[in-house]
Structures are given as structure tokens and as C-alpha cells.
């Protein structure tokens, strides 16, 4: 019988995380078999994240980590792998994302991504893609790990019709509310609803994120279908934060906002 071609770990960042975590085991005499029994997953897994077939999670990178005494080696290798997910033209953001002090969203259309509970998540990419949706799912939700630090602010103002479109179900949407309710009660966000009644408003031609920094410009991200564009010119970048500013102005308050969400989700 062949031996099973080697693969080329220059291929891509998920097939480098294979051959390191396949040249890791061998070190350590375990096979696959006994690796997954050791870090509580099955040998077959560990045999398809070794041959780029299957995406790892940070839990698996991280138990495989101690299992094999690889200083977290593995665990350090596995944003770069996690940023493949991501379509090219969204990793530079994401990158951003993670460093900034502060994230203001406007969001017309759906609630920002950091924000979405798994099903609404899942919902939203079944009806845009066809392939990938668990890893792209995984990706986002991991995304949401900024939240559990100090940093960075978060402030969003979505339109009214953000929060009535049933975005998976009428359960599915009510949890991601009732989820939005609860950041906004931690203090970990701020959230506006702008309402139908304000008609046409500073924002009105379309989503955009601005980005702070402590160290550093800010920066300004949209989106249009199948591509991303940042923006960094200075009198750019001013003039959209100015257009937020008056959105903000024209959105309920955060306190108006919760009670609006409440209503939506007793009349789901």
C-alpha cells in the first residue's frame, strides 16, 4: 500500500498547525489514537486536523499544548489559523478589531457580529454562504472574545429594523435580544435603537465601523458585498464620525432603547 503523501506545510496556515501538531505527537511516541484519548477528542479528529481536513479549536490546541509539553506552541500557531477563516479581504480588520480601545458600529441591516448569539450567527450565514458555515460560525463566535476584557469600548446604534427582522425564528431572535439586553445591563455596551419615525438620518447610506486607538488614528471600515474597505484618511475618517455623531443624536436613548427591544420581544 502507498504511503500517504506528506503534506506541505507552507500551504497554508491550517496545514502548518497539522504538520507541527503531527510532528509534536511523533516526538512524544503517542499515536493518534492515544493523543485523542489524552485530550479527550477522538483519534480520527486528531488525524484530520494532521491532514489540513478539519479546522482545531482553541480548546484542542490548548490540551494538546499540555499533553505534549510543547511549551503552548500549538496554542500560539492557532489565531493564525483561526484568521483563515476569514475571507482575505477581512483579515486585516480583524486584526484591527483586536487591538483597538473602541469599536462604534452603525448597523442597518443585521446585529453587529460581536453581538450575535450562535443561532442568529449560524442563521445569518446559512442564508449568505453555501460551504464552510460551522467554521465561519466558530470564527465569528471567537471573535467575541474581545468582550471579556476591559477593553474596548463598545457602542452601537442599529436601525429599528435590526431588531424586529426575525433572524432565524421567532426563538432564535428573541434569545439574540434578550442577549443584547443583557450586555446592555453589564455595561459592557451601549446600544441605540434609531427608530422608523426619524425618516432619513446622517447614516442613511449604509453600515460602517470606526475603530479607536490609544496609540494611533482612527479608522473607518465598510463593507459592500464580497469586499471591505478601510479608510484612513484624516478629513474621511472626520467626516464619518461626525455623521455617527448625528445619528447618535437622532437614536433613542440607551434606557428608551432597552424598553423598545422589551416591547419587540413580547410582541415575538
Avoid at 426563538?171 to 451601549?190: F, G, H, P, T, Y
Avoid at 446600544?191 to 482612527?218: E, I, R, W
Amino acid at each position: 500500500m502507498a504511503a500517504p503523501l506528506e503534506l506541505d506545510p507552507s500551504s497554508s496556515a491550517l496545514a502548518y498547525f497539522g504538520s507541527e501538531l503531527r510532528r509534536y505527537r511523533s516526538a512524544a511516541g503517542l499515536s493518534q489514537q492515544r493523543l485523542g484519548e489524552m485530550v479527550n477528542y477522538t483519534g480520527a479528529l486528531i488525524g484530520m486536523i494532521e491532514t489540513a481536513k478539519r479546522m482545531p479549536s482553541r480548546d484542542f490546541a490548548e490540551r494538546c499544548d499540555e499533553v505534549l509539553g510543547t511549551d503552548g506552541a500549538l496554542g500560539r500557531l492557532w489565531p493564525l489559523v483561526n484568521r483563515s477563516n476569514f475571507p482575505s479581504w477581512f483579515r486585516e480588520y480583524v486584526e484591527l478589531e483586536a487591538t483597538a480601545t473602541s469599536i462604534r458600529y452603525f448597523e442597518p441591516q443585521n446585529i453587529p457580529g460581536l453581538l450575535q448569539t450562535e443561532d442568529y450567527a449560524r442563521a445569518l450565514m446559512e442564508a449568505c454562504w453555501s460551504d464552510s458555515i460551522d467554521r465561519r460560525v466558530a470564527a465569528r463566535l471567537e471573535r467575541q472574545r474581545l468582550l471579556e476584557h476591559a477593553t474596548p469600548q463598545l457602542w452601537a446604534i442599529v436601525d429599528e429594523a435590526v431588531v424586529r427582522r426575525p433572524v432565524g425564528g421567532r426563538d432564535v431572535m428573541r434569545a439574540q435580544l434578550k442577549r443584547l439586553l443583557e450586555l446592555m445591563a453589564s455595561r459592557r455596551i451601549v446600544l441605540q435603537v434609531l427608530p422608523y419615525d426619524v425618516g432619513a438620518h446622517a447614516c442613511s447610506d449604509g453600515a460602517m465601523t470606526v475603530l479607536g486607538f490609544n496609540d494611533g488614528p482612527d479608522l473607518v471600515y465598510v463593507e459592500v458585498h464580497g469586499s471591505g474597505h478601510l479608510i484612513e484618511q484624516a478629513e474621511a475618517v472626520q467626516s464619518a464620525q461626525y455623521r455617527y455623531d448625528l445619528a447618535r443624536a437622532s437614536a433613542l436613548s440607551p434606557e428608551a432603547s432597552a424598553a423598545k427591544i422589551e416591547a419587540v420581544m413580547e410582541e415575538l
